[in-house]
């Protein structure tokens, strides 16, 4: 009965392993089980025979027979064995591919695959080959005789590239999301200079920057309304956030150009205006010295020119800094050009003019000087000698006239051609002595 219900052990389990993948038969193989059976029942029968046949001079064969059954029992009850082991494994490996395999272990991240994969082309194929693939390894569970272990392995490689595909993109989705928030941020504060370059007070910077504040504005505005799993849409809103922001960048980067020459203009040419005023302030005190020359005459009417061209010059540039209407930076700055121009253009003949005046006070001063010495001398000599005729007196008298005339003079040279008919009355009158 043991060897019967081995026998069967065996066949069952050889039935049971043929339903296994091949690759599954490591050591033991249907076949192995059944050549252990019947090389079991062939030596069991032999055995049975000398049983009925058995002499006391045969005893010694029967008992290696019942060696031989023991031994082919034991080795197929270790097949068995084996077997079952297979067999345990089998559905341990099974079970463990169907829970692999079921919908719902999958069905989120198919449902996440499905979502987002019309927004990025890799992921558009992966779908199509993670469907295909997927519906075969379902297919695979309904085989006859499947190799589990591949099925585990190929369900786990898909899941894991279909999980690594959803992780990356939507690493890429926060990277872009967040790349987009910092370009918002600096697009806005973008937008802040050019609106208060926009304001600035002297140059018209409004055609520069209004059209660019408003692709910032409109950029800003679309990209809130941005799909969030749509990676292609927000790296197209990304590309095209970073060309305005160059551009915007750029204008900036010109307004502040147009900015610092206005500022460098309107510096020197304050200055070389600083540099008249100084020369007008210097001719005023001239006017002020020569004044018993009739410099308060005729030394304004020097200057008028210039100063006639140095108001207009300051007017000008007064205009331009604070207009009624403002003008573009080129214009602006042209305009400034011309003032500069103009305002150095000024500056070489005033500087020519003061000097002339200079030098003509300084002639007049000396004329005086030594008027005054002939004077002193004619003083003199009329205290040491009579004088019947009272020449000094009559000299004295015409000294005076000319006196009203170099103090009421219109020109330098009226006033010296007084002051030398002056001196060449008392050295005439001085002459004999």
């Not at 007064?318 to 930076?329: E, G, Y």
């Not at 008919?421 to 005439?428: E, I």
Request: charged share 25%; with cysteine.
């Amino acid at each position: 009965n043991t060897v019967t219900a081995g026998v069967a052990a065996a066949e069952q389990a050889a039935a049971t392993l043929s339903t296994c993948h091949p690759s599954y038969w490591v050591g033991v193989t249907p076949e192995a089980l059944q050549t252990a059976g019947a090389e079991l029942k062939r030596v069991w029968r032999t055995l049975a025979t000398d049983l009925t046949l058995i002499t006391e001079s045969g005893f010694t064969d029967t008992l290696n027979n019942v060696m031989a059954v023991k031994q082919r029992q034991d080795e197929l009850n270790a097949l068995c064995a084996g077997a079952q082991q297979i067999d345990a494994r089998v559905r341990d490996d099974e079970q463990r591919a169907r829970a692999l395999l079921d919908d719902a272990e999958w069905l989120p991240q198919i449902q996440a695959l499905e979502s987002i994969a019309p927004y990025a082309d890799a992921l558009t194929s992966l779908r199509d080959r993670f469907t295909a693939s997927y519906q075969e390894l379902k297919q695979s569970l309904q085989a006859q005789t499947p190799y589990w272990p591949d099925v585990i392995s190929r369900a786990t490689r898909l899941r894991d590239e279909l999980a690594s595909a959803l992780d990356t993109y939507r690493r890429q989705v926060a990277q872009t999301r967040d790349e987009l928030a910092r370009l918002s941020a600096r697009l806005e504060h973008s937008a802040n200079v050019l609106d208060s370059l926009a304001g600035y007070p002297s140059l018209d910077f409004r055609s520069d920057a209004l059209s660019i504040l408003e692709r910032i504005q409109a950029w800003l505005t679309t990209s809130e309304h941005v799909n969030e799993h749509d990676l292609r849409a927000m790296q197209t809103r990304l590309a095209d956030g970073h060309a305005i922001r160059a551009e915007a960048q750029e204008r900036i980067a010109r307004m502040r150009r147009c900015q610092a020459a206005w500022l460098a203009g309107q510096t020197a040419i304050e200055s070389i205006l600083a540099q008249s005023n100084a020369l007008v302030d210097r001719a005023v005190v001239l006017q002020q010295e020569g004044s018993v020359y009739g410099a308060g005459i005729w030394m304004p009417l020097r200057l008028t020119a210039c100063r006639r061209q140095l108001a207009a010059v300051a007017e000008r540039l007064a205009l331009l800094v604070q207009p009624q209407t403002k003008l573009d930076p080129d214009t602006a700055l042209a305009e400034l050009e011309r003032i500069r121009a103009d305002a150095e253009a000024i500056l070489a003949p005033l500087t020519q003019a003061v000097g002339a005046l200079e030098a003509d006070l300084t002639t007049l001063r000396g004329l005086h000087t030594e008027l005054k010495q002939l004077e002193h001398r004619a003083r003199e000599l009329s205290a040491r000698a009579a004088d019947p005729s009272n020449r000094w007196a009559d000299v004295q008298e015409r000294i005076a006239d000319l006196e009203d005339r170099w103090s009421h003079a219109s020109s330098f040279e009226e006033a010296r051609d007084a002051l030398q008919a002056a001196q060449q009355l008392v050295r005439d009158l001085v002459a004999p002595a």
